[in-house]
């Protein structure tokens, strides 16, 4: 018998399992890791022993990997947010020194502050990018025609009414 034929003789979860497994993996603190309330959730309390019935289906192989891959996804999440709050953090302590900090060569000549503050330019396009901010009047307008690529961001002032000028 094959891999292939093996997977095709395991029994397909019912969608009620797979809302099972979600639910006991990413359900809040009232469900996650709760087989008893999340079998109660899922398939109702008409079961008359439902911490039986929840272990039986938990000790199901087809189950067990279901849960094991939504543990997988839910730890690369994870990661993926500890990884994005620790470039954050760098990007900011970059912008922080490099926004005003002096800087002395070898030589002990003062080095020009312009590439410093372009290096706290570009930590801050970079937390930007991480953690967009969008403006309600705002719009972007490109320069075309130039070698450059500039973008200026240009804020619509609102329109005052008369009286509010008067005052």
């Known amino acids: 018998m094959d891999k292939k034929q093996a997977v095709d003789d395991e029994p397909k979860l019912t969608d009620a399992q797979i809302e099972f497994c979600t639910l006991y993996v990413y359900g809040?603190?009232?469900?996650?890791?709760?087989?008893?309330?999340?079998?109660?959730?899922?398939?109702?309390?008409?079961?008359?022993?439902?911490?039986?019935a929840s272990r039986k289906l938990l000790a199901k192989p087809?189950?067990?990997?279901?849960?094991?891959?939504?543990?997988?996804?839910?730890?690369t999440e994870t990661e993926n947010i500890a990884v994005k709050l620790q470039v954050a953090e760098t990007l900011k302590a970059v912008m922080e020194e490099t926004s005003s900090a002096q800087f002395m060569d070898?030589?002990?000549?003062?080095?020009?502050p312009a590439p410093l503050r372009a290096?706290?330019?570009?930590?801050?396009?970079?937390?930007?990018?991480?953690?967009?901010?969008?403006?309600v009047q705002e719009s972007r307008m490109k320069i075309d025609?130039?070698?450059?690529?500039?973008?200026?961001?240009?804020?619509?002032?609102?329109?005052?009414?008369?009286e509010e000028v008067k005052d």
């Open 28 to 52: 809040d603190c009232e469900f996650a890791g709760q087989h008893i309330k999340c079998y109660r959730e899922v398939f109702g309390e008409d079961t008359k022993n439902i911490a039986v």
């Open 62 to 75: 087809q189950v067990q990997a279901k849960i094991k891959e939504l543990l997988a996804g839910l730890q």
């Open 106 to 112: 070898k030589f002990g000549i003062s080095l020009s």
């Open 119 to 135: 290096v706290s330019v570009n930590a801050a396009k970079a937390l930007m990018e991480l953690y967009p901010i969008r403006h």
């Open 145 to 162: 025609g130039g070698t450059t690529g500039i973008v200026f961001n240009v804020i619509v002032p609102e329109n005052k009414s008369d």
